[in-house]
């Protein structure tokens, strides 16, 4: 389909849903997206790539999802678009059979799929589960019979405002954590903060729930499952999750495809076994195909594969490429004796071993397939096809891609994907072939070249798929390189992977992900340094101090052996050095939030040394001299006046000259800020509060947004403008709830309870010092616990 076609679809599509066609910015981005370019390549006159970004596509692709009823994003919509010209082409289908038992009816999707026939008792069996008040449907059936296309379809039709997808892996050690699903879904799909907690996470999905018609897929789910139906080690939090799905005040629906039933006793599920096709639907799909039926032919190999979905899209493949669409003359060869033990997974064998013989280059591309995982990106678009034929010459590759769509082998809607029998054949071939790791290598580097930019969530998650390619051949070190490789973004110069995750709100996914090949990582010391120093920033933001402060000790401890080696590059002497500094730094901290101030004034003191001698010797990052605000803060808390002064006049001199540190920018206005307050000087403290806004607001920087806030409502608590004060403790408090910064949400708590001390409500300020409590001893800060009771008397 041409461009412009497409967006005349999209124009009725949209006019239909909102009442007006798209404009010429959402055209615009549209037709950029179609070409392929990120958006700091989109050059619109007038607008600026962070507006684009932020303001005007997330809600573009929102509204592209409900107008057409797919799963449209920036990624998807040439997916999307693709499949019209199948619909352009064919002629309409007809109106769908009414319901032989009277139990609902069907509503077809935007984009027809001819691939889907005779399920209208299905859809209405599901119907029926849905008006007795079912909130989860297990479709339960043998490989193959068809249980996602099923799922698919009725969501798709049924009009939801969006539709979750939960594809499960197929390998145990692949099975995403509960945590980052929901983590996940919060981020991307409803555009909040997940918080970091596992019930804070839960919570806040319950109340999307709640609020909005949403559709729920969780595919392939039995290899979670033990041989009792429930959820293995470590993955019983789903039970959690389901408990969610199937809260009564939910307005979800939720439809499981599992090959095993699901016995949990605390979730209430509806079970539904899907039966394969009859030989009416045979009928039809083999003739949309422009296949010669013969009647008992077709009800012979119907019964034989007993209406098996994915076996009537193979035969008919193997019947068009291998003989020239002769039905008869296929199973004449290929029918077997005796019939009755024919199935899907014989099926597969056999079209695999047939294909070997036809064309080794197809077979061989097939089997590679089976590397890609079809997760969290769940479709590979056709150069992730083209770079696992590396012995191919490059003028005949197109066609052996060709060649399996041909034969119904890979699955296709603009990308490709595997079905999961198909895949679990390809994967086992692979693994035990020769091209095992070449596959996973190439599939790494395809990836990580994909991914030029890291600017969303989809961006992050596709450049991390290469993680998960470089782990399966056991190459930690290359795993590890994904996660700190640099790549430059409109918001900045050189963010490593792991950052972007952690500016994206993706936290849980990497820490687990950090933690699975630390410890084999075992002679790249300045791999170790920023895999130890990346953890440890994730451990921080998510309140787990102590952990935090374990991880950056041993990131300075490996900085020190790579000072060790000999023959040492001036660049890799001087990153080690700037690294083992910044572990201090981080580790100081840590003590901050621990209040544990003596000590973290011992650190800093040490870093004043350490920088200084840089400085002399190899000339200072500009970032480096941290230490300044810092030490100004500490000493302003321990009542050193003089001293904190001192630095706070230093420190004013390097701010402005702060460069490509987000975090150093902020915290440094947030620092002095505070020092300014306590030195009794609250003109400089405003001064620096509303700078940090204002550059908070500018960066999308939420945590040091409400810090500054909370920093500000100090301020007027001291000169008894409570009325003010409360609500900047009130927009402080919700902003850190809900990016789930503990700490700083202990510490805003505690400062809410001195206003509403110094107003002389006991009461209030009674409940916000057991929550600041409450929220410290999480953290297990004793020291942060003592100063809130002396602090209430």
């Given amino acids: 389909m041409e461009l412009e076609d497409a967006l005349s679809w999209l124009n009725q599509r949209v006019k239909d849903h909102r009442g007006e066609i798209l404009n010429e910015l959402e055209k615009e981005i549209i037709r950029k997206s179609w070409e392929g370019l990120t958006y700091d390549k989109m050059k619109i006159p007038g607008y600026k790539v962070e507006y684009i970004a932020q303001n005007i596509a997330p809600p573009l692709w929102k509204l592209l999802s409900k107008a057409t009823g797919k799963n449209v994003t920036k990624k998807t919509l040439p997916i999307v678009l693709e499949a019209l010209k199948d619909v352009r082409s064919r002629p309409s289908l007809p109106a769908p059979l009414p319901s032989q038992e009277g139990e609902g009816s069907i509503a077809h999707p935007s984009i027809p799929n001819q ?28 490989g193959g019979v068809g249980k996602t296309t099923l799922a698919d379809e009725y969501l798709i039709s049924q009009g939801f405002e969006l539709v979750l997808h939960l594809p499960m892996a197929k390998e145990k050690e692949n099975i995403q954590l509960v945590e980052s699903v929901i983590e996940g879904w919060l981020k991307q799909d409803f555009e909040e903060e997940p918080g970091r907690e596992f019930w804070e996470m839960l919570r806040r999905l319950k109340r999307q729930l709640q609020t909005r018609k949403i559709g729920v897929l969780i595919d392939n789910l039995e290899p979670a499952l033990d041989g009792q139906g429930r959820f293995i080690e470590p993955h019983r939090r789903y039970v959690e999750l389901l408990r969610v799905l199937a809260d009564a005040t939910v307005l979800s629906v939720t439809l499981i495809t599992s090959r095993d039933r699901l016995c949990e006793p605390d979730v ?33 190999m119907n019964k034989a594969y007993g209406g098996n979905a994915k076996a009537m899209g193979i035969l008919c493949g193997a019947i068009q490429a291998d003989f020239d669409g002769d039905m008869v003359g296929y199973w004449r060869e290929n029918s077997g004796d005796p019939l009755v033990k024919t199935d899907l997974k014989n099926l597969v064998t056999s079209q695999f071993d047939r294909l070997q013989k036809l064309s080794s280059e197809a077979y061989q591309l097939l089997c590679c397939l089976g590397c890609y995982r079809y997760q969290d990106v769940p479709t590979v678009p056709t150069e992730g096809l083209l770079c696992l034929l590396w012995d191919v010459p490059e003028g005949q590759r197109r066609r052996v891609i060709e060649s399996l769509r041909n034969r119904s082998l890979v699955e296709f809607n603009g990308e490709y994907w595997l079905h999961p029998m198909i895949r679990e054949e390809a994967i086992a071939r692979l693994r035990a072939s020769e091209d095992w790791e070449e596959a996973n290598r190439k599939a790494a580097e395809f990836w990580t070249d994909s991914a030029k930019t890291v600017e969303t969530v989809e961006d992050a998650l596709m450049a991390f798929e290469a993680y998960y390619h470089c782990v399966k051949i056991n190459d930690f070190e290359q ?45 790249n010391h300045i791999l170790s340094m920023l895999l130890y120093n990346l953890l440890g920033d994730f451990y921080w933001l998510t309140g787990y101090i102590n952990p935090a402060i374990e991880c950056h000790s041993l990131s300075f401890k490996a900085a020190d052996c790579t000072l060790l080696s000999i023959n040492l590059s001036h660049s890799i002497y001087f990153e080690a050095k700037k690294w083992k500094t910044w572990s201090l730094i981080n580790t100081g901290l840590c003590k901050i939030d621990l209040w544990e101030l003596e000590e973290a004034v011992k650190l800093f003191k040490n870093i004043e040394v350490i920088c200084n001698h840089h400085d002399s010797e190899h000339g200072l990052s500009k970032n480096e001299k941290d230490y300044l605000y810092c030490l100004a803060f500490l000493n302003s808390c321990l009542g050193f006046k003089e001293s904190a002064l001192s630095y706070a006049q230093q420190a004013e001199l390097v701010i402005s000259k702060i460069d490509n540190s987000y975090w150093s920018k902020g915290y440094s206005l947030l620092f002095m800020g505070l020092t300014y307050k306590n030195l009794g000087k609250p003109e400089k403290s405003f001064e620096m509060f509303r700078q940090a806004i204002a550059f908070a607001e500018k960066t999308h920087y939420t945590q040091v947004k409400a810090k500054a806030l909370s920093g500000l409502a100090e301020l007027y608590r001291e000169q008894g403008e409570f009325a003010t004060a409360l609500s900047h403790h009130s927009e ?26 110094k107003m002389g409500d006991a009461e209030k300020s009674q409940t916000a010092f057991q929550e600041a409590i409450r929220l410290f001893n999480e953290m297990e800060a004793p020291k942060q616990v003592e100063k809130v009771r002396k602090a209430i008397g």
Avoid at 115 to 137: C, D
């Fill in 732 to 757: 402080s408090i919700e902003l850190l709830d809900k990016i789930g910064a503990k700490c700083d949400l202990a510490e805003a708590n505690y400062q809410l309870a001195l206003t509403y001390q």
């Fill in 115 to 142: 691939n889907f026939v005779g399920r209208e008792k299905a859809i209405a069996r599901l119907n029926t589960h849905i008006n007795q008040g079912a909130k989860i449907i297990v479709i339960q059936a043998a």
């Fill in 268 to 300: 209430n599920v509806a079970h539904y076994s899907l039966p394969g096709l009859d030989e009416q639907a045979w009928q039809q799909f083999f003739m949309s195909r422009h296949i010669n039926i013969d009647i008992p032919t077709l009800n012979a």
């Fill in 479 to 523: 795993a590890g390189s994904v996660i700190v490789r640099r790549r430059d973004t409109s918001w900045k110069k050189g963010e490593r992977l792991g950052v972007a995750f952690y500016r994206l709100g993706l936290l849980q996914p990497m820490v687990y992900s950090i933690n699975s090949i630390i410890s084999e990582v075992k002679d």
